[in-house]
């Protein structure tokens, strides 16, 4: 373990008991304090702020803390990311997707429209 002052131990304890996303800011604040992930465990559960329990990823198998009680994937934090960017990106395809077949619709009836008018152009 790394040493950290008790100064450095409490805006650790105070970081991640205000963090939104607790689980994704136990690695943020081990790059901050230059420490490690288990370290930061460490501190948080000497705090009796992390219980220790463990949880394995469904997707990739990694151990990761179960910090949350919702989490049905069963998926780490990088697996839950991936998932969540993966399903933002099919959304924008369907809906580049849905442009395409209303520009396709729209240029079908100029289309038709063109070839009236020269037919007519033509008599």
């Known amino acids: 373990m ?7 131990k409490q805006e650790i304890i105070t970081m991640y008991k205000t963090a939104k996303n607790k689980e994704e ?4 604040l081990a790059d901050l304090t230059a420490s490690d ?3 930061i465990l460490e501190i ?5 702020v992390f219980n220790g329990a463990y949880s394995t990823c469904s997707r990739c198998g990694k151990q990761y803390p179960t910090i949350s009680h919702h989490n049905p994937t069963k998926r780490c934090a990088e697996c839950r990311k991936l998932a969540s960017r993966i399903s933002k990106i099919k959304f924008q ?6 442009k395409i077949q209303e520009i396709q619709r729209s240029s079908a009836k100029y289309r ?3 070839d009236k008018l020269e037919a007519e152009w033509e008599v």
Do not use: R
């Open 2 to 8: 790394s040493k950290i002052t008790n100064l450095s």
């Open 25 to 28: 800011q136990i690695p943020i």
């Open 37 to 39: 992930v288990d370290t």
């Open 44 to 48: 948080l559960k000497d705090a009796k």
């Open 93 to 98: 395809i369907k809906k580049n997707n849905s």
């Open 112 to 114: 038709e429209e063109l």
